[in-house]
């Protein structure tokens, strides 16, 4: 008997509808018709035991027992699902063979992967793993007809347990030494920490601090007003020269009224003469499909979806509607094989997303896009439409916004590149140097696409008079313009994604940032979201309209913790390490050995920490503390809070 176990009942149903017929359904799974046997498990099973399974003394929080760190790691079956886990034992006694058909990811790959361990399956007897993307009969079908052997994927749990235990490590016992800071400064309230979600944090504090301690100054700009020897009109800007440094700040502006009123009056009415002129006539090729944080950096931008409710609705095209392919990807390739199913592709969009049947019928399904590319897909792809072709009537409106976002970024691979020349030209008037601009659209490809209020290059309508290097030219007038240098801006839905995907902008240490790869950020496709709404529901953030900030709270602890803890490097290097784990670059020894050696620094600075700042901490301001009460007495503890061990 074969065995296939899927994450979840849909995509167990899913499974099952492909395997022969007639079906014998029984509690917790599906019998096919030549004796295999489809069943699920309904998210996490198990889960990593609490503190007190390992002595009961962790019942109390107290600072001289951490760190806490186990010797042998136990999971414990979760409450709510105990009876789909007594099915899977009774089957697993069974099988012959067993099929892991997790998400396709490296929770996905643990999450069944641990499952089957815990059962206790012959570790001589055949796994096999089945990778399924799109839940649609045909596709589930293809990867039913091609499972691989699971010992391919055994770093990729290896990766994913790492960062559970790394995460049950790091959550565990910074979440209990910074609470019990807070309640010797007299904050009587948990206050979580966690490897990804506190850096995060971090990130939103800093960026509040340095708005509120910005001083706008002004500062000075200077365009000349020419006119060619043709006589057409163009306007060029100065550029200081070196002997302005004295009037300049760190990132060139002007700060002298005099010095540039000087230029304008220098130039007024002078000649000059063109000293270079350079064309370029470049091409851009269309953005990559989607992967999971780059949709919900546009939703937020286009939509103001914030990166839960992205999620969600993606969740829901893939499973319910089955018009997506797997949605928590961090691909944005596609494996070539794909490409002779294109045409269905495109041809199901026109249904789903009737406003795209334009767009899809000016495609040109000869070309080829740099998306499809064996060498970057694995596990999974990036996330595109599938060939089932929907009923628009039957999506919410967010489910269409998000479908038509999907199809169309997948319909710019089979338009041609945009095409434009860029035009400088350098005028020097008076010892001055000045510098004109422009940008010509030549073929709009695959921006073609786009609305107008969508394109991010801010590309300048029009072309410079035809000019040529010694030419002379007229400076009109000279003009001063006023303007005042601007405070970072908050962060927002949009921009706190992008920063979690590109954290190496933000680490301060210059060689871990040579280290990272533009890949490397904070969390994963699947956590990211999770992560930003628990600082929300946990009320270390707030918002404001658009722009997310930190709260009291979150100020308070972040300026309570090492500054290590609450800035991204460790957590980035730790995210790069999980990556190579998973590519078989890096044991988990190699991982976890020094995670325990500075987690018991990071203790040993919170026993030093008097939590001053958590004084004066408004009382309103901070969450009621939430409890969990265990049977029995809690001892001369007392209530013991629960501390989250997510990241």
């Not at 176990?5 to 029984?26: F, N, Q």
């Not at 009774?90 to 099929?99: F, T």
């Not at 009587?188 to 506190?198: E, H, W, Y």
Request: glycine share 8%; net charge positive.
């Amino acid at each position: 008997m074969r065995l296939f176990i899927a994450e979840k009942p849909s995509l167990g149903r899913a499974i099952a509808d492909v395997l022969p017929k007639p079906h014998k359904k029984g509690e917790g799974y599906i019998e096919t018709a030549q004796g295999d046997v489809v069943s699920w498990c309904i998210g996490h099973l198990l889960e990593q035991a609490e503190p007190d399974a390992y002595d009961a003394a962790f019942k109390q929080w107290r600072m001289e027992h951490l760190p806490i760190v186990p010797e042998r790691w136990q999971l414990n079956p979760k409450a709510k699902t105990k009876g789909q886990l007594a099915v899977l034992r009774r089957l697993i006694k069974q099988a012959d063979e067993v099929v892991n058909a997790g998400d396709p990811d490296r929770e996905g790959q643990l999450l069944v992967d641990e499952v089957i361990d815990y059962l206790g399956y012959p570790k001589g007897k055949p796994v096999r793993r089945c990778l399924i993307s799109d839940m649609n009969p045909p596709a589930v079908r293809r990867a039913v007809e091609q499972l691989r052997d699971n010992r391919d994927f055994v770093p990729l749990a290896v990766s994913a347990l790492a960062r559970t235990r790394a995460d049950w490590l790091y959550g565990i016992n910074m979440t209990r030494a910074y609470t019990l800071v807070g309640r010797k400064a007299g904050c009587d309230q948990l206050l979580s920490v966690g490897r990804v979600q506190t850096p995060l944090l971090g990130l939103v504090v800093r960026r509040d601090q340095e708005i509120a301690a910005f001083v706008p100054k002004p500062f000075f700009e200077v365009l000349a007003h020419l006119r060619s020897a043709a006589g057409e009109p163009f306007t060029a800007k100065w550029l200081p020269s070196e002997a302005c440094q004295p009037w300049q700040d760190e990132e060139g502006r002007v700060l002298s009224r005099k010095l540039a009123e000087n230029v304008v009056t220098r130039i007024q009415g002078q000649s000059g003469q063109v000293e270079a002129v350079d064309e370029k006539a470049k091409k851009q090729a269309p953005p990559l499909p989607y992967n999971l944080s780059s949709l919900q950096i546009d939703a937020a931008k286009r939509f103001g979806m914030d990166a839960k409710r992205v999620l969600d609705v993606c969740q829901a095209l893939y499973e319910r509607h089955k018009l997506i392919t797997y949605p928590r990807s961090d691909s944005r390739h596609l494996p070539v094989e794909h490409y002779g199913r294109a045409e269905r592709v495109r041809q199901a969009m026109t249904s789903t997303a009737p406003q795209l049947a334009a767009a899809v019928e000016q495609a040109d399904g000869r070309l080829r896009s740099k998306a499809w590319n064996d060498s970057k897909v694995d596990a999974h792809h990036a996330i595109i439409p599938t060939e089932k072709g929907g009923n628009p009537g039957s999506l919410s409106g967010d489910e269409a916004k998000i479908y038509a976002l999907v199809a169309r970024q997948y319909l710019m691979q089979f338009y041609p590149p945009f095409e434009y020349n860029d035009s400088k030209v350098l005028v020097r008037i008076q010892g001055g140097l000045f510098e004109a601009k422009a940008r010509r659209i030549l073929k709009a490809g695959w921006k073609s696409l786009l609305g107008v209020e969508e394109d991010d290059d801010e590309e300048k309508a029009g072309t410079l008079p035809a000019l040529r290097e010694g030419e002379a030219v007229q400076c009109e007038r000279g003009e001063l313009l006023e303007k005042m240098t601007q405070p970072p801006k908050s962060f927002t839905d949009a921009t706190l994604l992008a920063a979690m995907t590109g954290i190496g902008r933000y680490v301060q240490d210059p060689e871990i940032r040579k280290t990272l790869r533009d890949t490397d950020g904070l969390g994963t496709e699947a956590t990211r979201a999770g992560i930003i709404e628990l600082l929300f529901k946990r009320r270390f953030l707030a918002r404001q309209g658009k722009s997310i900030k930190a709260t009291p709270t979150g100020h308070a602890l972040i300026n309570a913790l090492p500054e290590s803890a609450s800035r991204p490097d460790m957590t980035a290097l730790w995210e790069q390490a999980l990556g190579r784990i998973g590519e078989r670059q890096e044991s988990y020894q190699h991982f976890m050995g020094p995670l325990e050696v500075q987690l018991r620094q990071l203790i040993d600075d919170a026993r030093h920490s008097d939590g001053a700042g958590f004084r004066a901490l408004p009382k309103n301001e901070a969450p009621k503390r939430r409890f969990t009460r265990r049977k029995g007495k809690a001892g001369a503890g007392g209530k013991r809070p629960t501390a989250a061990t997510s990241t």
